[in-house]
């Protein structure tokens, strides 16, 4: 197998036998009736067949309705609860998850139908983060307009519900029943204002992607067995099962010592200053990920600077936002900093860089959705122009991380990449030879990238997996 090109991609199809190829690149107030939820509409299934599924359903409801209700002209309260809707919607939507009813004030969600995905219990408990954190902003606004502070409530619980026709005449709809709505509306009373409370189905389906605090077994009214519940506290930081996985602890990695030579073989080309790209493609679960993660136990702590770039389905319509949510990462900025010191954190790491304030800070600051700065001048730029200074500013921060030390960067899930990543992505790939970088771009093989290999090859060599 050929080394010595200046770049070299590895191509791994990881399901056996695998071959490698090198190339020169590479309610609480609800009360107890409305709590009581019995089954929601669905759209999207037969009207005729009964079908049996697991859900995870979201129950969320304004904290004091009745009383804020009481405080406004109902026009102005229909306006309130409509803009509290849409801010939700915005955030369930985003998570593809499926909003059955609107009850009032409350929202009953669905994940898992009519659209199932593998990580569903996940998106919902992120949806409901998501929710949270939106009250955040509509609340300033709803307290200078009407001088009214919202509070939402959620409580998320999975588990197997029937869906099938109901009704009769003209009147027929996809139903799912269960006691699965029921206990996320119970759940909902239970929890605190603006936060989220999960059974322990959904828990166990969510563990390790999320922190949580244990609230012990509690018994809910009109159910039989106690339940033992948690209440979110934030996400963890580990955004794919392997992260989670490592967490738990990790089974030893065997039958991969092929694959991990030739990936420690491209690391000392990069640390030596010949830019390495691998590409590692393979079906979901086969391994991609659990490489890198052997990979890096093997290297020295200090020897190398970790990136990680993850795509994520329900972000794929959103602009670089692999690029976004390692800066946000870098920045280290929190939910309760002012904007000045959003952007002191932002100008602080770019001056570790060596990176001149003036013409990089208010390209880093649009892309974390800081105002420009007051004291930096107005770029006056087309929108393509200013893409294209972005991605310049995004190549430089790049090439100057590897100067100060060999990186290696992980582009995980690119299947699911936005379509600004993916050109963002292209462009550094040809400045990739002269960065200490090893860039290993994973994906599934449906994935076709949409920039050019080099035209130097070295010729295929199988590699059992």
């Known amino acids: ?99 059955a009813q609107y009850l009032g004030d409350g929202l009953l969600v669905y994940f898992g139908y009519p659209q199932a995905h593998e990580d569903d219990a996940l998106r919902a408990v992120r949806a409901g983060l998501g929710v949270v954190e939106a009250m955040d902003t509509l609340r300033l606004r709803l307290l200078q307009e009407w001088g009214i502070r919202l509070a939402v409530r959620l409580g998320i619980h999975t588990g197997l519900v029937v869906v099938g026709s109901m009704g009769g005449g003209d009147r027929q709809e996809q139903l799912a029943l269960g006691d699965v709505p029921n206990i996320a509306a119970r759940l909902q009373g239970l929890a605190a204002p603006d936060t989220v409370v999960l059974s322990a189905a959904t828990y166990r389906l969510v563990q390790g992607f999320v922190a949580c605090d244990d609230l012990g077994v509690q018994t809910l009214r009109g159910t039989i067995a106690p339940m033992r519940l948690y209440r979110v506290l ?42 390495q790209v691998v590409v590692l493609s393979g079906e979901a679960g086969i391994g991609k990920s659990r490489l890198v993660q052997e990979l890096q136990a093997r290297l020295e702590p200090e020897a190398a600077t970790r990136l990680v770039f993850r795509c994520l389905p329900d972000h794929q319509h959103s602009a670089l936002y692999p690029v976004i949510e390692h800066l946000q990462r870098l920045v280290q900025s929190h939910r309760e900093d002012t904007l000045e010191a959003k952007l002191a954190k932002l100008e602080h790491v770019l001056l570790g860089y060596g990176l001149p304030l003036q013409e990089m800070t208010p390209f880093f600051a649009a892309l974390l959705s800081l105002p420009a700065p ?3 001048p107005p770029l006056h730029l087309s929108p393509e122009r200013h893409k294209q200074q972005t991605q310049a500013a995004l190549i430089a ?48 093989p449906e994935f076709h990238p949409p920039w050019a290999l080099p035209a130097r090859t070295t010729p295929n060599s199988s590699c059992p997996v």
């Open 1 to 99: 197998m050929g080394c010595g090109h200046a770049l070299a991609a590895v191509s791994y199809p990881l399901s056996p036998p695998a071959s490698v190829s090198t190339q020169p690149v590479e309610p609480q107030e609800r009360g107890a009736d409305q709590a009581t939820l019995w089954a929601a509409p669905l759209a999207g299934s037969s009207m005729h067949e009964a079908e049996r599924r697991q859900l995870t359903v979201l129950f969320c409801d304004l904290v004091g309705s009745t009383a804020l209700a009481g405080q406004l002209d109902p026009e102005d309260w229909r306006e309130v609860v409509r803009a509290y809707q849409t801010a939700c919607a915005e955030v369930i939507w985003r998570f593809e998850g499926h909003i």
């Open 234 to 275: 934030g996400e963890s930081g580990a955004q794919s099962r392997l992260d989670a996985a490592v967490r738990r602890g990790l089974t030893p990695l065997v039958g991969r010592e092929a694959e991990i030579t030739l990936l420690l073989e491209r690391w000392t080309q990069a640390q030596n200053g010949q830019g």
């Open 374 to 376: 007051a004291h930096y």
């Open 397 to 444: 921060w790049l090439v100057a991380e590897a100067e100060r030390q060999p990186v290696l960067a992980g582009w995980e899930e690119l299947h699911w990449a936005d379509p600004s990543t993916l050109a963002f992505l292209g462009l550094f790939l040809e400045q990739a030879p002269a960065a200490r970088m090893l860039t290993l771009l994973m994906y599934r």
